[in-house]
């Protein structure tokens, strides 16, 4: 198990006005159950715009510079200020997931506080802790442009406590999703299955390929399996499966309600080229249409207290994107704030 290391220097600069009053106000260390009580409403979003790391406030429609980042692939925990990247250990550039020697780190965009987790790559927080799944090499990796090769095993580390618990013996991974306490895997030495991961000795094989598992609830109880025919909600308690009907297209980015009643996917048309925003109510599978058919639907987030929920879509022909912030009761939509270049939405807070 590596030891978190503080950082000496802070690579990502954070405003810190008010740091040592949200620190006392900062969640206990004792991770909520997937049943938890819904989080607050969301009064603004985090993105990243470049190397900027940035708030919008909803009521001002305002945004606020927080800080920059040393890469562009950040990843946010929906449930706590933290937020995970990977920088290389060696100074060599790339995509997070292809360095030789990739370093997780994770920061307090609230407070600054920065840890530095050590060798690890792919982070995928909780839905609704302050918790960590991520792969950690175990042997040096052979790289070589967008393919690396090496055996590893899969970590979770709690980002309040800093402690790390490994859940297999090495392997060749990749990360799925988190359902409920424990983390979806797939091993690609047997891609019939998906691992259902809660410790080394606690291991579940889900009787579903990897490449169809689209997403699993927060709660732990559900599944929602893609196929060429549209989508399946799988109950895991009762075994029941309930079909979604697309009617047209395939899943593409999206993500389901803290609450585990609800999901927001869109939907690629057959040619791939627009793509369609849907809302699922679960366990019925209705299908309600939030948008026409778009450039895009990208980077779909939840309010906390799951009344809410946002996603970017691009405007017009150009490269930049816009917010849009919808209700879950009506799944009525509406623009905040001004056009982003280049934004990357990571949660609404």
Not at 63 to 73: Q, V
Request: net charge negative; charged share 25%.
């Amino acid at each position: 198990m590596t030891a978190s290391n503080r950082l000496v220097a802070i690579v990502l600069v954070v405003t810190l006005a008010g740091a040592a009053a949200l620190a006392v106000l900062r969640a206990s260390d004792s991770a909520p159950s997937p049943g938890a009580a819904p989080g607050p409403p969301a009064t603004g979003a985090l993105y990243l715009s470049g190397d900027t790391l940035a708030r919008l406030d909803f009521s001002s429609e305002e945004t606020r510079p927080i800080g920059r980042t040393p890469t562009n692939d950040v990843h946010a925990s929906d449930a706590s200020p933290w937020v995970a990247y990977v920088v290389s250990g060696a100074g060599d550039q790339g995509e997070e997931d292809f360095l030789a020697e990739p370093v997780l780190r994770t920061i307090n965009v609230d407070t600054g506080e920065a840890t530095e987790i050590g060798r690890g790559f792919s982070p995928l927080w909780h839905p609704i802790a302050p918790r960590l799944a991520y792969l950690r090499p175990i042997v040096e990796r052979q790289c070589s442009g967008e393919s690396c090769r090496g055996l590893s095993e899969v970590v979770v580390y709690d980002a309040d406590s800093e402690v790390s618990t490994v859940l297999t013996e090495p392997g060749r991974f990749n990360l799925l999703a988190w359902s409920g306490e424990r983390v979806l895997v797939a091993n690609e030495s047997d891609l019939s299955v998906t691992l259902s991961l809660k410790s080394k000795e606690d291991v579940q094989n889900l009787d579903i390929e990897p490449s169809e598992l689209w997403d699993a609830s927060p709660d732990g109880r559900w599944l929602l399996r893609s196929h060429s025919d549209g989508a399946t909600l799988i109950d895991l308690q009762g075994g029941e499966e309930t079909d979604v009907q697309l009617e047209r297209g395939v899943l593409a980015d999206g993500s389901w309600s803290p609450d585990s009643k609800q999901i927001v996917a869109g939907v690629l048309n057959e040619a791939r080229t627009k793509t369609r925003a849907l809302l699922i109510d679960v366990p019925q599978g209705n299908v309600r249409e939030i948008t026409d058919e778009l450039p895009g639907v990208l980077d779909v987030n939840w309010a906390p207290d799951s009344r809410r929920f946002g996603f970017l879509t691009f405007v017009d022909r150009s490269n930049r994107t816009e917010l849009n912030l919808c209700s879950s009761d009506d799944a009525e939509c509406e623009v905040v704030g001004s056009p982003l270049r280049r934004a990357i939405l990571l949660r609404l807070d």
